[in-house]
Structure formats: structure tokens, C-alpha cells
């Protein structure tokens, strides 16, 4: 899997109708969430993805039964441990949703530190503010966390800075606190309000004003079925798919409403997208106008879509801009686009994109999960043959992907390098 690659020859229009998957960062907190309680909970829609697996096997490893039936999880997280596997748990940074349920099932967590990643240090200095004033005794030892919880407290805090996973996380600890949590400045994304759902599922009161939101939790938290939302990011990356080669793609199983700055951009990037009978239409159309973008927090162009939207403003009519807002160093793309003829700048967070004529099919490498993917849509459009290296990064965010492109049309092939 470590040597998998992408071949794909350009140059082809999709068309057709394709199934988005699961959401991968939605599943990831609803696994985690599934420990607050000790009955078994049901998770439906989950998608086949690497960090899927991983949590899985996290959950297995501190004692929790998982059966896996297609793509439904039933959960029975009776007896577990309060300690989670280093080797697993640095692998996925999402690990850190792992505090709260042993926090509330074991009075305490040991979880190694998540390091940085290619697209930044990625601190969680908030989720440990935030744990803190909950009355959580936090230590750092040789890489590891040492959390202690005897005596969590309701209170009000303020996110210095909004963030996903550390917004769900104080939405998961302050839902096991039986009395009042007032939290500010959260994190709004659809996979946030898919697990305030659940949370509310297993007892807790959660009521949201704004980026202001009131919790009132329960002790014992009651086990959920839920299905999860369906994947936004890989929406937007075949909504992309379909522009950038000019296509016709129909996306069935998507939310609109989660794609809002996504068919935005779209539209004034000249493209046709229609929403009817609850799908969601592209077509692909010349030429491609240039935009100027900024990733920014839900309800906001996401940076998730920032490799995959640079991908299309290669071939663009005229200069296009994006700043990446959220993560300090996610232009790692751009090595990697230039080498098919693209002409994009960067200084500090702004990248400036000259739209050329034509991209040219290269050996071109991975960095992180969506850069992989911007990667292929470059691929689908170059003249020639693109191969796209280390994609066990792709594999930790897309349900395969290559299959999904090839049933639109597209020549991609995937290859184990010996
Ligand atoms: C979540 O990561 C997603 N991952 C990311 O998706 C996504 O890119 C990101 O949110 C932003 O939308 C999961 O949900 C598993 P943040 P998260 O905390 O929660 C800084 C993908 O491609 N920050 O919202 O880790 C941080 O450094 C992945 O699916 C602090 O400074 O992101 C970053 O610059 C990639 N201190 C910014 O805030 C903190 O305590 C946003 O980070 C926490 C974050």
C-alpha cells in the first residue's frame, strides 16, 4: 500500500453519475464519541478509508468489540483501557479525540503528543486550554500527555482561535459534565453539528447561538445509531473532476448546503452547476475564469479544497490568487505542479497562479491528503501520462478515489511499485 501509485492518462471528459461516500473527519470523531458510552452504538455510512481502519484498530487496542458489516460499524466499547497505542496514534493527529471518552471512562488519558504533519505544526495549545478549565490536571512526559479528570467542572471558555477538533472535543468532555459549559468562538463545520447530533442522541443538552455554544451533559451518556454525513471535501474534489475536464459529472448522496462556497467559486470560476432532485450537476465549460480565493473557517471557502481548486486555476484564462488562511504550510502542491507546467508564485501565504494553456503529464509525489488529490486532478487534465506517487496519502481521505474516476470515464489505473 506504502508503494502504490496512480497512472493516469489525461486529456478525457468525464462523464456520469458517481456516489459520495461517508465523511472521513465526521466518522473519525463519531468512532471517538462512540466510547463516551459503554453500550453499542451503530454507525452507518462509514466510509473505506486508511484513518478509518486506524481508529478502528485504536478501538480494538483498548478493548472495545467493532464489527465492521459493509460500511455499518456496530461499537460495544465495554471494558477499556486508558491508554492509547503510540504507533497508531501517531499516525493520525484525529487520535486526539481519544482524551474526553477516557477522560469520562477512566478518570484519565495517556495519548502520545500528535506531531506536526507536512501542512503545519498543528498545535492543540486550545484543546488543552480548554481541558484545563474543565479541572483536567495536564503533564507532557517523554512525548506523551498525562490527563487527569477526577473532578471535571462546567465552565465558560473562549477558543482563542477556531478550531475543528478542539471545538468536538470540548463539545465531547463538557457533554459527560452535568453542569453548565458555555464555549465561544467554536468551530461550525457540518462534521461539528453532525456530532453535536449524536452528542444530543446520548443525552446531552446542547444548544447553539451563533459561534456560542450551551452545554448541559449527562453522566451516563446513552449509546447512538447515527448515519453520517456524507464526505463535503470529496464532493468538492469530483465537482472539480468534472471542471477541469471539462465534463459532465452528476454527484449523488452530497449535501448543497455543505458545498455553498465550493459551487460558489465554481460558478465564478464559469462553470455550470445545477442542483435538482437533490444531486448536484456540473459541467464542465472553456474557458475556466480566474478567481482570487481565501480558505477560511465554515461557512468559508475550505482549505481542504485549496490543492484541488489550485489544480483548476493552472488552466485558467488569466492570474488567479489563493491565500491559505488556515494552515501555515499547505502550498506543498506547488513543487509538484510546476514540474507539469504550471506558473504559480508563493510568497509567504499567498500563491499567485498564471493560467496556461496546457498542463504536461509527470512523475509527481505526494505530500499530504489533499495536495495528493489536486495532484490527480492536474493528472486528468495533462496532456500525456501523470503518475501520482506515495498515495497512501490519498487513501487516507478518499474511498478509492481511481475506481470513482474510472467508472466517469477517466484512464487511471492504480500500480504497486515493486
Ligand atoms: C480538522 O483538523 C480536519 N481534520 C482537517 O482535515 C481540516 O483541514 C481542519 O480541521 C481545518 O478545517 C479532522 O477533522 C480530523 P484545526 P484540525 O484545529 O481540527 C491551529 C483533512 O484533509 N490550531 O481546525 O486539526 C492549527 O494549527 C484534514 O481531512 C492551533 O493553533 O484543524 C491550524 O492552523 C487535514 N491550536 C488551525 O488552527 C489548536 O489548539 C486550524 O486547525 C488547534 C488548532
Same mark, same amino acid.
Not at 443525552?203 to 453520517?228: C, E, Q, T, W
Not at 495533462?382 to 481511481?402: M, N, P, S
Given at each position: ?13 468525464? %462523464? ?51 464489527? %465492521? ?9 465495554? *471494558? ?26 477512566? /478518570? ?57 477538533? /478542539?471545538?468536538?472535543? !470540548? ?8 453542569? *453548565? ?31 456560542? !455554544? ?63 432532485? /437533490? %444531486? ?16 477560511? *473557517? ?33 502550498? %506543498? ?86
Amino acid at each position: 500500500m506504502h508503494r502504490d501509485y496512480l497512472i493516469i492518462e489525461g486529456g478525457r471528459s468525464l %462523464k456520469g453519475e458517481v456516489l459520495v461516500s461517508g465523511s472521513k473527519n465526521s466518522s473519525l470523531a463519531l468512532i471517538f464519541a462512540s466510547l463516551l458510552s459503554e453500550g453499542e452504538s451503530l454507525l452507518e455510512g462509514v466510509p473505506e478509508l486508511l484513518d478509518v481502519r486506524n481508529a478502528i484498530e485504536i478501538l480494538k487496542f483498548l478493548g472495545a468489540k467493532v464489527k %465492521k458489516v459493509g460500511n455499518s460499524l456496530k461499537i460495544l466499547p465495554k *471494558e477499556i483501557g486508558c491508554m492509547a497505542p503510540d504507533c497508531l496514534v501517531r499516525k493520525m493527529r484525529a487520535s486526539v479525540m481519544l482524551i474526553p471518552p477516557l477522560l469520562k471512562r477512566k /478518570g484519565r488519558a495517556v495519548v502520545s503528543m500528535p506531531g506536526g504533519c507536512a501542512i503545519g505544526v498543528r498545535p492543540i495549545d486550545q484543546h488543552l486550554k480548554y481541558f484545563k478549565r474543565a479541572g483536567v490536571e495536564v503533564e507532557m512526559e517523554g512525548g506523551y500527555l498525562l490527563l487527569r479528570g477526577k473532578k471535571l467542572r462546567g465552565c465558560e471558555f473562549t477558543f482563542d482561535r477556531i478550531t475543528v477538533t /478542539g471545538t468536538m472535543n !470540548a463539545l465531547m468532555l463538557s457533554s459527560c459534565i452535568e453542569e *453548565e459549559t458555555y464555549l465561544h468562538n467554536v468551530a461550525l463545520e457540518p462534521e461539528v453539528l453532525d456530532l453535536v447530533e449524536v452528542l444530543k442522541k446520548m443525552g446531552a443538552r446542547i444548544s447553539l447561538k451563533g459561534r456560542s !455554544a450551551l452545554v448541559i451533559g449527562k453522566r451516563d451518556l446513552k449509546p447512538f445509531k447515527h448515519r453520517v454525513i456524507p464526505d463535503r471535501i470529496e464532493a468538492g474534489t469530483l465537482l472539480v473532476a468534472g471542471a477541469i475536464t471539462k465534463g459532465e459529472v452528476v454527484l449523488r448522496g452530497a449535501i448543497p448546503e455543505h458545498l455553498k462556497s465550493v459551487i460558489e467559486a465554481l460558478r465564478r470560476a464559469n462553470q455550470e452547476v445545477l442542483l435538482e432532485d /437533490g %444531486k448536484i450537476y456540473i459541467r464542465g465549460k472553456s474557458p475556466i475564469k480566474p478567481l482570487s480565493l481565501e480558505t477560511r *473557517e465554515f461557512p468559508g471557502f475550505p482549505t481542504d479544497m485549496q490543492a484541488q481548486f489550485m489544480a483548476l486555476l493552472c488552466v485558467a484564462e488569466g492570474r488567479s490568487l489563493i491565500r491559505e488562511r488556515i494552515f501555515e504550510n499547505r502550498f %506543498k502542491h506547488v513543487g509538484e505542479l510546476l514540474r507539469m507546467g504550471a506558473r504559480i508564485y508563493v510568497k509567504g501565504d499567498l500563491a499567485q497562479i498564471e493560467g496556461v494553456k496546457k498542463l504536461y503529464g509527470a512523475e509527481v509525489f505526494s505530500t499530504d491528503l489533499r495536495a495528493s488529490a489536486g495532484l490527480v486532478l492536474a493528472g486528468l487534465r495533462a496532456e500525456g501520462i501523470t503518475l501520482v506517487k506515495d498515495i497512501y496519502h490519498l487513501d487516507r481521505g478518499y474511498e478509492r478515489l481511481e475506481e470513482k474516476l474510472k467508472k466517469l470515464g477517466a484512464k487511471i489505473e492504480r500500480e504497486t511499485q515493486v
